[in-house]
């Protein structure tokens, strides 16, 4: 998977399609332009909180699948808390999502940071301090790309 050009992707609340996107826009993109799976737009929904509560729900339905950790393929999504502006990081309820690029890596993007190509795991404590591990809440695959 070439993830190349979605680094120059920017950040936009409740987008979809190039150039500018928020973390949803950019997973079904790439799940889209990559598996050819087209997953719902949650459109109209800007709020974080109301896309993870809809997104939490299909990813407990039919079409969804949980993974385990340390079997995540290419173009499933690992759902993580996220920030809710001004630095505030929710503590358990998961409103980002980035789309796994190889077994323990991601990308993903945030308004403050832009794309991020980053570890989700790891056994280092330091290192899961600094990247995003203790934010994962569930990795889930969608049932078309199983």
């Not at 990081?89 to 796994?100: D, R």
Request: with cysteine.
């Amino acid at each position: 998977m070439n993830i190349a050009p979605y680094l120059r992707l920017t950040y936009h609340p409740a987008g979809r399609d190039w150039p500018a996107v928020d973390c949803w826009g950019l997973y079904r993109l790439i799940v889209g332009e990559n598996f050819g799976v087209w997953l719902g737009e949650f459109s109209g929904l800007e709020d974080p909180r109301a896309i993870a509560r809809t997104a939490m729900r299909e990813s407990t339905s039919r079409d969804w699948l949980p993974v385990l950790p340390g079997a995540e393929q290419a173009g499933d999504a690992v759902l993580m808390t996220g920030l809710l502006g001004e630095g505030r990081l929710t503590l358990s309820a998961p409103i980002h999502v980035g789309c796994v690029i190889e077994p323990g890596r991601m990308i993903d993007i945030e308004a403050t940071n832009g794309v991020l190509v980053r570890n989700f795991r790891s056994t280092s404590r330091l290192r899961a301090a600094l990247e995003v591990a203790n934010r994962v809440r569930g990795i889930f695959r969608p049932r078309a790309l199983a």
